[in-house]
């Protein structure tokens, strides 16, 4: 019902808000805005007292904002969930009232409740959600969704150039929401490896708009990307730590290097839980620096700029320890092709050419680029410009903080291969194989992951399945739970190539089963048989066992390569649940994301 400003007490200005906010309000809005008015002239709104209210200024088509902000994030390493909770402090800091929840964690109907959401979502493997937003985005997807007419949203997307379906979910979740009715609060921002400053400055217009939207200045939120963090040590501020040992876990005429690396903590107050991950900033290999540095003719000594704060260094120390040198992304090659004169290349980038541009792309780097499409224009400062910021490394810590007190352990797999007729070595991996002593220091950050964590329970039993260096997380469950005397079954299933040469840490898995901590272990070497045999075939042949392991409330863990191992695994279960449960396909589907919704079946893959 619409008032008529000829009728009633209240002029047009006041007849226009009232139109406005009456069809928004619930029955018990109503009613309880009935009774409110009723009661006393001199009542205040509960929360309001205090606070001195000033005309609006109102246009036509506008929504009032209210200060109730929900954030989801879906977070696969952790990074979405850090930012999440950083916008949330903020957020409260100017006076909002924050929801903050893992997508996994919130119920999808109650999105018809939301007033104002922002999305925290990184992009998974080839352009899919991560873990934790799976079931969020299904629901967003499906015909269940309702219309969002009301819902005021922005989205802040987290992922990687170099791969094909950049920021892919971040991209779906803006999209559908918009399509659903949402209005955005601020554009969409898509964030690269380097993600900090894009991010502050997202919050930043977020803050502004959600400011602007209730009559405020909506001007610049100075301090809005600064982060609240426990030790002065963080992602932007690493802690060097002193190497204490370095060792090869690998016997000799193994095909594989595996490299068990021990670091100081000492002096730091960084501390982690099992489950967490350790970043690390490496630095480029110096016989690649030189020869780039050799292919663009260019002085060492020159000094350039290397990021927005001005910080200079020089060409060499910049190419080594601050650029990305080994990938090659679309982004990066659209920003290189302003540089060169090489018609080839403008053809590699032109429209429809995706399958060949993606061809060159695979296992090419830096040096590739310059060789293949000389010659280059312009200064050494324009070509270090278009670089991309050297992303830090990821690695499971493979050790108990409260059994290695000061200490991070990291199991480390070294990365060499040929490609495009050169030898290509991973750049941390590689680091850590080669170049890096007891006594030497690594730039350092904990990176917190919720989404890979022991039981709450103690007794709960727990099925770990980590072939070669996702053996790495277990090793810290079994420290942890030894060190703390937990009693409850633990079934561990490990794979590799050889038994004799491969079998990482091999001693202290024997002396887990020997002294009780360990349940069982199940172990496949794929190459010491005929046929070769993987963690999935042990699974299969425990199948029985297995599934009354989940019957009594199992959580599982799978940790390692996502593509293949932890692929394989993951339908592996679906077929164990769907045989020994009795189960039709779709049950067993069912079965294992109820798991996953309650946090009894978590992945750590990569």
């Given at each position: 019902?619409?008032?008529?400003?000829?009728?009633?007490?209240?002029?047009?200005?006041?007849?226009?808000?009232?139109?406005r906010i009456l069809p928004t309000l619930t029955e018990s809005q109503k009613v309880w805005l009935s009774g409110f008015l009723a009661a006393s002239p001199y009542l205040t709104v509960p929360g309001t007292a205090g606070v001195q209210t000033r005309e609006l200024p109102v246009k036509s088509g506008d929504v009032t904002i209210s200060k109730e902000v929900t954030i989801l994030f879906g977070s696969q390493t952790g990074n979405s969930q850090r930012l999440a909770k950083h916008a949330a402090k903020t957020l409260e800091g100017r006076g909002f009232q924050v929801t903050t929840s893992s997508m996994s964690d919130f119920k999808s109907n109650n999105i018809k409740k939301v007033n104002n959401l922002l999305i925290v979502v990184s992009t998974h493997g080839e352009g899919e959600p991560p873990d934790n937003a799976l079931t969020f985005h299904e629901f967003l997807h499906g015909k269940r969704a309702p219309k969002l007419d009301g819902l005021n949203f922005s989205v802040l997307a987290l992922g990687d150039s170099s791969y094909e379906f950049f920021c892919q979910t971040?991209?779906?979740?803006?999209?559908?929401?918009?399509?659903?009715?949402?209005?955005?609060?601020?554009?969409?921002?898509?964030?690269?490896?380097?993600?900090?400053?894009?991010?502050?400055?997202?919050?930043?217009?977020?803050?502004?708009?959600?400011?602007?939207?209730?009559?405020?200045?909506?001007?610049?939120?100075?301090?809005?990307?600064?982060?609240?963090?426990?030790?002065?040590?963080?992602?932007?501020?690493?802690?060097?730590?002193?190497?204490?040992?370095?060792?090869?876990?690998?016997?000799?005429?193994?095909?594989?290097?595996?490299?068990?690396?021990?670091?100081?903590?000492?002096?730091?107050?960084?501390?982690?839980?099992?489950?967490?991950?350790?970043?690390?900033?490496?630095?480029?290999?110096?016989?690649?620096?030189?020869?780039?540095?050799?292919?663009?003719?260019?002085?060492?000594?020159?000094?350039?700029?290397?990021?927005?704060?001005?910080?200079?260094?020089?060409?060499?120390?910049?190419?080594?320890?601050?650029?990305?040198?080994?990938?090659?992304?679309?982004?990066?090659?659209?920003?290189?092709?302003?540089?060169?004169?090489?018609?080839?290349?403008?053809?590699?980038?032109?429209?429809?050419?995706?399958?060949?541009?993606?061809?060159?792309?695979?296992?090419?780097?830096?040096?590739?680029?310059?060789?293949?499409?000389?010659?280059?224009?312009?200064?050494?400062?324009?070509?270090?410009?278009?670089?991309?910021?050297?992303?830090?490394?990821?690695?499971?810590?493979?050790?108990?903080?409260?059994?290695?007190?000061?200490?991070?352990?990291?199991?480390?797999?070294?990365?060499?291969?040929?490609?495009?007729?050169?030898?290509?070595?991973?750049?941390?991996?590689?680091?850590?194989?080669?170049?890096?002593?007891?006594?030497?220091?690594?730039?350092?950050?904990?990176?917190?992951?919720?989404?890979?964590?022991?039981?709450?329970?103690?007794?709960?039993?727990?099925?770990?399945?980590?072939?070669?260096?996702?053996?790495?997380?277990?090793?810290?469950?079994?420290?942890?739970?030894?060190?703390?005397?937990?009693?409850?079954?633990?079934?561990?299933?490990?794979?590799?190539?050889?038994?004799?040469?491969?079998?990482?840490?091999?001693?202290?898995?024997?002396?887990?089963?020997?002294?009780?901590?360990?349940?069982?272990?199940?172990?496949?070497?794929?190459?010491?048989?005929?046929?070769?045999?993987?963690?999935?075939?042990?699974?299969?042949?425990?199948?029985?066992?297995?599934?009354?392991?989940?019957?009594?409330?199992?959580?599982?863990?799978?940790?390692?390569?996502?593509?293949?191992?932890?692929?394989?695994?993951?339908?592996?279960?679906?077929?164990?649940?769907?045989?020994?449960?009795?189960?039709?396909?779709?049950?067993?589907?069912?079965?294992?994301?109820?798991?996953?919704?309650?946090?009894?079946?978590?992945?750590?893959?990569?």
């Amino acid at each position: 019902m619409q008032l008529q400003v000829m009728n009633s007490p209240f002029n047009q200005e006041q007849a226009e808000l009232l139109n406005r906010i009456l069809p928004t309000l619930t029955e018990s809005q109503k009613v309880w805005l009935s009774g409110f008015l009723a009661a006393s002239p001199y009542l205040t709104v509960p929360g309001t007292a205090g606070v001195q209210t000033r005309e609006l200024p109102v246009k036509s088509g506008d929504v009032t904002i209210s200060k109730e902000v929900t954030i989801l994030f879906g977070s696969q390493t952790g990074n979405s969930q850090r930012l999440a909770k950083h916008a949330a402090k903020t957020l409260e800091g100017r006076g909002f009232q924050v929801t903050t929840s893992s997508m996994s964690d919130f119920k999808s109907n109650n999105i018809k409740k939301v007033n104002n959401l922002l999305i925290v979502v990184s992009t998974h493997g080839e352009g899919e959600p991560p873990d934790n937003a799976l079931t969020f985005h299904e629901f967003l997807h499906g015909k269940r969704a309702p219309k969002l007419d009301g819902l005021n949203f922005s989205v802040l997307a987290l992922g990687d150039s170099s791969y094909e379906f950049f920021c892919q979910t971040g991209k779906e979740f803006d999209a559908r929401l918009e399509e659903l009715g949402g209005t955005r609060l601020y554009p969409r921002f898509d964030c690269d490896l380097d993600f900090d400053e894009p991010a502050a400055e997202w919050l930043d217009g977020v803050i502004g708009g959600l400011t602007e939207a209730q009559g405020g200045t909506g001007g610049s939120v100075q301090a809005a990307g600064t982060p609240v963090v426990e030790s002065v040590y963080s992602r932007t501020n690493p802690f060097r730590a002193e190497v204490l040992e370095n060792i090869n876990l690998n016997g000799r005429g193994s095909n594989k290097e595996t490299r068990h690396l021990e670091l100081s903590l000492e002096g730091s107050g960084l501390s982690f839980q099992p489950g967490d991950s350790l970043g690390i900033y490496p630095e480029n290999d110096p016989k690649l620096v030189d020869a780039l540095l050799s292919a663009l003719n260019w002085d060492s000594t020159e000094t350039v700029t290397v990021n927005k704060q001005g910080e200079v260094l020089s060409l060499k120390e910049a190419l080594t320890s601050y650029f990305e040198i080994t990938v090659l992304t679309k982004p990066f090659l659209e920003k290189a092709v302003k540089l060169s004169a090489n018609e080839k290349l403008q053809e590699l980038l032109a429209p429809g050419n995706d399958e060949n541009l993606k061809s060159y792309l695979d296992g090419r780097d830096l040096l590739d680029l310059i060789k293949d499409f000389g010659p280059w224009n312009g200064s050494v400062q324009d070509f270090v410009s278009i670089l991309r910021k050297m992303p830090s490394r990821l690695y499971s810590i493979s050790s108990s903080l409260s059994a290695n007190p000061d200490e991070v352990h990291l199991t480390v797999g070294a990365v060499r291969y040929d490609a495009h007729g050169r030898e290509r070595k991973g750049v941390c991996s590689i680091l850590c194989a080669e170049r890096l002593q007891p006594g030497d220091t690594l730039p350092i950050y904990i990176q917190q992951n919720d989404n890979f964590k022991l039981p709450e329970n103690p007794e709960t039993p727990i099925i770990m399945v980590g072939p070669g260096t996702g053996v790495a997380p277990f090793r810290a469950f079994m420290q942890e739970r030894e060190e703390i005397g937990v009693e409850g079954k633990s079934w561990m299933f490990f794979g590799d190539q050889h038994f004799v040469t491969d079998f990482l840490y091999q001693t202290e898995w024997q002396k887990w089963i020997k002294d009780g901590v360990l349940t069982k272990m199940d172990v496949a070497f794929s190459r010491d048989t005929a046929e070769k045999v993987y963690v999935q075939h042990r699974m299969l042949e425990h199948s029985k066992g297995l599934f009354e392991w989940l019957q009594q409330g199992a959580a599982v863990y799978i940790c390692g390569d996502e593509k293949n191992m932890a692929h394989d695994v993951h339908h592996t279960l679906i077929d164990i649940i769907e045989k020994e449960g009795n189960m039709s396909r779709e049950q067993a589907v069912e079965y294992l994301a109820n798991m996953q919704q309650q946090k009894r079946y978590q992945r750590d893959v990569y």
